[in-house]
């Protein structure tokens, strides 16, 4: 019964180039949400997903993030124009429908920008 | 707003102590409470929740009391064991009849505990 995959699990990145992280929730799990967490801070939410649908987008810098959650297909956080600020882990958590407080946790991608 | 305001560590305990996270937070409404563990290279892991005041949340050995008087969920474990150095997040939900969006998970900074034998 595999839980949240996430990857790549550690991503390089020079300035200005682009980071697209992947997030594949549990099997039967339909809500996505994304969290970052700095160096020596806790997680930070940046937003919530259904399928097709932004459900949350109030933890999102306005520039250059962006994420989806296609009908086929697992969700993608979008980072344009990385900056050394970026750096961070990024975790993705899924829920059931029914259970929005009930989230598994993937193992995170460490975004490391050079 | 809703915020949690976490006991900073690292925390350093000997196998066997007893441990004390405290761990407050700032909601309107009725926040569901949570104590999230991330072992090292790890995502997070839900350890236990509390949904309504006087609840206790257990799990491990670890228990929680959702204290809406203190505004407090602090998490304890009579006995510590090596295998519980972790990372230790709490974490609330906002309740939805304020207006929040369900879902939402405010932390706080984490606690890093280490046992040593």
């Known amino acids: 019964n595999a839980g949240v995959m996430q990857n790549p699990r550690h991503l390089v990145r020079r300035r200005g180039q682009e980071a697209r992280l992947r997030c594949s929730p549990m099997?039967?799990?339909?809500?996505v949400y994304w969290y970052r967490q700095l160096p020596e801070e806790g997680l930070k939410f940046m937003v919530y997903?259904?399928?097709?649908?932004?459900?949350?987008e109030s933890g999102m810098p306005k520039e250059r993030f962006s994420a989806e959650f296609p009908k086929e297909g697992p969700s993608i956080l979008r980072i344009q124009q990385v900056v050394r600020g970026d750096s961070a882990a990024y975790f993705c958590a899924s829920s059931s429908q029914g259970a929005p407080n009930e989230q598994y946790f993937g193992p995170g991608t460490r975004l490391t920008v050079t | 707003g809703n915020s949690v305001t976490q006991m900073e560590g690292p925390v350093t305990l000997s196998e066997e102590a007893f441990l004390t996270i405290n761990c407050t937070y700032t909601?309107?409404?009725?926040?569901?409470l949570f104590w999230y563990v991330q072992y090292p290279g790890e995502g997070l892991q839900l350890l236990l929740k509390?949904?309504?005041?006087?609840d206790k949340g257990s799990n491990k050995g670890f228990e929680a009391t959702y204290r809406k008087e203190t505004t407090s969920f602090h998490l304890e474990k009579g006995s510590v064991q090596v295998s519980d150095s972790a990372v230790y997040f709490c974490a609330l939900s906002a309740s939805a009849d304020r207006g929040s969006t369900l879902g939402r998970l405010y932390f706080g900074r984490g606690t890093q505990l280490t046992v040593w034998p």
């Open positions: 099997k039967g799990h339909s809500h």
């Open positions: 509390a949904t309504k005041a006087d």
């Open positions: 909601a309107t409404g009725y926040p569901s």
């Open positions: 997903l259904q399928k097709e649908n932004i459900i949350d």
